[in-house]
């Protein structure tokens, strides 16, 4: 399941917080929602997101390009990085 909580930082900034496991089933509501706020700065809080699958891992290192995200989890964080590595 994921949830996505849509809120503010503060400083005027749009965060989506995302909450769960990011799998590809989900990937075209995320996208969706992010898309909406295509001329907004996006922060992307991956704190409470625990598991994404191949394509959800893919989805995120394309959306880190257009956003940025924040609180990634050392896991995710190992995941995301492997990515890059050719």
Request: charged letters at 30%; a negative charge.
């Amino acid at each position: 399941m994921l949830r996505i909580h849509k809120g503010s930082d503060g400083k005027g900034q749009i965060v989506l917080r995302l909450e769960g496991s990011l799998l590809c089933p989900w990937i075209p509501e995320l996208a969706s929602v992010h898309e909406t706020m295509a001329t907004d700065p996006v922060v992307i809080d991956l704190a409470s997101l625990t598991y994404a699958d191949k394509e959800g891992e893919r989805f995120l290192r394309d959306l880190g390009a257009r956003a940025e995200l924040r609180g990634c989890s050392p896991f995710l964080a190992e995941i995301l990085r492997r990515g890059d590595e050719p």
